[in-house]
């Protein structure tokens, strides 16, 4: 069974350019979140996704941004990129079939956003 | 951002020595889980909890899910030079949401 599956793994973008990152969930996996990694924040939650609702959002300002498709696949886009946005962009897909506890949750390698 | 708290922040150890650490939290949580990272990966899960008191291995780790829901440790048994990485802790509401706040991290050095 593959994992889940980020796309690119490794870029570099300039101040005020944007940027789409694009993950693969888990076959079968219908949830899909996003998490922002960095030396001083840590692993920090950007936005999860469920049958292509956003259903939970984490304190990042509007430039950050995504989506999910009937397939499952999701997309984050970052717009007016700043140099603090530089970091592992990482993807994580759950199977979501518990409604009381929570979820396995597994993660894909990331993509490395390097801003100049 | 919110962060759980993980201690210790990092071990240097001998191979085959045993290691502990924990996560704690002013929060309630219906699920933790146990991370490894190695450099330029994204974490893999070691250990998954559901149950307030549950106790889980996974070959030489073992985990459990404080009574409190506010708690967990991980436990490694007879280390060998592989576990090096960086553990995370990561808990969960549960119910409609998968979002996982994150420990700090307890980084481990395993000398052989």
């Known amino acids: 069974k593959a994992g889940v599956t980020q796309t690119p793994r490794y870029l570099i973008k300039t101040r005020g350019q944007q940027v789409t990152l694009s993950c693969s969930p888990i076959s079968g996996h219908r949830s899909v979140s996003w998490y922002q990694q960095t030396p001083g924040q840590g692993l920090q939650f950007l936005f999860e996704y469920f049958s292509e609702t956003q259903r939970n959002k984490g304190n990042f300002p509007g430039r950050f941004s995504g989506r999910q498709f009937s397939n499952s696949r999701s997309e984050m886009n970052v717009s007016t990129l700043e140099l603090g946005d530089s970091a592992l962009y990482l993807c994580?897909?759950?199977?979501?079939?518990?409604?009381?506890?929570?979820?396995?949750?597994?993660f894909g390698e990331g993509s490395w956003l390097t801003v100049v | 951002g919110q962060q759980l708290n993980q201690s210790p922040q990092s071990m240097f150890i001998q191979e085959g020595e045993d290691v502990s650490m924990n996560c704690t939290s002013s929060?309630?949580?219906?699920?933790w889980l146990w991370y490894k990272q190695e450099p330029g990966e994204g974490p893999v899960l070691l250990i998954a909890l559901y149950k307030a008191g549950e106790l889980t291995s996974n070959g030489r780790l073992t985990a459990q899910f404080g009574i409190t829901r506010k708690d967990s440790f991980l436990n490694i048994s007879a280390s060998i030079p592989s576990d090096v990485g960086i553990y995370f802790c990561a808990a969960s509401g549960g119910g409609a949401t998968n979002k996982l706040i994150f420990g700090t991290g307890t980084l481990l050095a395993v000398q052989p």
């Open positions: 994580a897909s759950s199977p979501q079939t518990r409604t009381v506890s929570g979820n396995t949750i597994y």
């Open positions: 929060s309630i949580f219906n699920t």
